[in-house]
C-alpha cells in the first residue's frame, strides 16, 4: 500500500493518475477528501501534515510514501518523518535539484527546507529516494492571467534557458521507483530530473503563443518590480537568496540529465507538448 501526499497537486495528481492506471494499491492524502477532487476510484484519506497526529489513519498499513512538502519552513518534518518511519518502508521525497550543492552562502528558504527533509529523511532509517527536478514547466502558470489579458508576459531575463520539467514525468519516474519497492535499487539515490531541452523564457512564451493560436510575446521586468512581487509569498532573505540563484542559473545554465528517460523508458515531455497539455489554462 502507498500513501501519495500532495495527491491533489500538480505532482501528486499525476501520481495518482498513473498508479491508477497500473492498478497498483494507494491511498491519497487530502486535508478535505470532500472538497478533493480526485479521479473516480481513488481511495481518499484526510490528514494534515502540519498536524502529524492526523496522519495515523493514513499511515496504516502503509509500506511506502510519496512525500510533498507544501511549506516553507521544516517545522512540523521531524514528527512527520518518524512518523512514516514508524509504519513504512519506503520513502520517495519531492526534492529540487540543487539541494546539495547550496550548503554555503546564502540559502534561499525553498532550499533551505528541501535540504533539512533531505537530512531528517536520510536519519529515518527508511528505504529513501530522493527525486531532485528542475523548475516545473507548470511555474509559467503563473504567466497565464497576462497571456488571457493582452498576450504579454511580463518577466525577469528573457534569455535565461533551463529544462523546465513536465509533473507527468516527475510522476513518472517516481511511480516507477515506489512500484519496484524498497528493495527496487533505487534505496539511497537523487534522482536529477529536467526536461529534455533548455528552452529560454522567451522561447516559453512563444511555444504557449503556438499552444493556444495567438502570438505571446515576452517583455523584460525590472528587477525591483519582480523583487516587490516575490515579496508578496517570500520574506526579504528569501526573495534576494532566490533573485541570487536566478542571476547563477543565467550564468552557468543547469545541466540537463538523461534520467527521466533512464527511469521511465520514455524521453522527457517537451516544453511545447506541455504547453499544449494546458493550452485551456492559458486561453
Ligand atoms: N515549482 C517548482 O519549480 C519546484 C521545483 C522543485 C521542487 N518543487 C517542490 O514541489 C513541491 C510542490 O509540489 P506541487 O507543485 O505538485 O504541489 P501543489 O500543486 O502546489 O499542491 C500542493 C499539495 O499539497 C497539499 N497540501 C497543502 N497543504 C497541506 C497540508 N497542510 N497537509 C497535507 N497536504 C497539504 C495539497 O493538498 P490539499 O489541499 O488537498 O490538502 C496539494 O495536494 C514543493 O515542495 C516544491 O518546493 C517545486
Redesign the pocket.
Known amino acids: 500500500m502507498i500513501l501519495v ?8 495528481g499525476q501520481v495518482v493518475s498513473q498508479l491508477l492506471e497500473r492498478g497498483t494499491a494507494f491511498r491519497a ?4 477528501p470532500g472538497a ?1 477532487r480526485l479521479p473516480v476510484g481513488v481511495e481518499a484519506v484526510a ?4 498536524d502529524p497526529q492526523s496522519l495515523d489513519a493514513a499511515l496504516d498499513g502503509v509500506d511506502a510514501v510519496f512525500l ?3 511549506f516553507l519552513t521544516a517545522e512540523a518534518a521531524p514528527a512527520v518523518v518518524d512518523r512514516i518511519a514508524r509504519q513504512a518502508r519506503q520513502i520517495v521525497y ?1 526534492s ?1 535539484a540543487g539541494v546539495r550543492q547550496r550548503t554555503d552562502g546564502p540559502v534561499d528558504p ?1 532550499t533551505g527546507f ?1 535540504g533539512e527533509l533531505e537530512r531528517l529523511i536520510e536519519r529515518s532509517g527508511l528505504a529513501r529516494t530522493f527525486l531532485r ?1 528542475v ?2 514547466a507548470s ?1 509559467t502558470l503563473g504567466w497565464a492571467e497576462q497571456v488571457r489579458a493582452d498576450g504579454v508576459v511580463r518577466d525577469l531575463n528573457g534569455s535565461l534557458a533551463r529544462p523546465l520539467i513536465h ?1 507527468r514525468d516527475i510522476a513518472a519516474a517516481a511511480v516507477r521507483v515506489v512500484t519496484d519497492g524498497p528493495d527496487g535499487g533505487h534505496a539511497g539515490a537523487g534522482y536529477v530530473l529536467t526536461g529534455p531541452a533548455l528552452v529560454t523564457q522567451i522561447e516559453q512564451a512563444r511555444a504557449i503563443g503556438e499552444a493556444i493560436g495567438r502570438p505571446v510575446r515576452f517583455e523584460e521586468m525590472a528587477v525591483e518590480e519582480k523583487r516587490q512581487q516575490m515579496l508578496s509569498w517570500l520574506p526579504p532573505s528569501g526573495v534576494d537568496a532566490v533573485l541570487a540563484a536566478w542571476a547563477g542559473m543565467a550564468g552557468a545554465a543547469e545541466p540537463v540529465t538523461g534520467t527521466v528517460e533512464e527511469l521511465t523508458g520514455s524521453a522527457p515531455r517537451t516544453f511545447r507538448q506541455w504547453a499544449a497539455d494546458h493550452a485551456a489554462d492559458f486561453r
Open positions: 501526499t500532495g495527491a491533489t497537486g500538480k505532482v501528486g492524502l487530502t486535508r478535505d478533493a490528514g494534515d501534515l502540519a510533498v512538502w507544501p519531492l529540487m525553498i528541501h527536478p523548475g516545473f511555474n509533473e
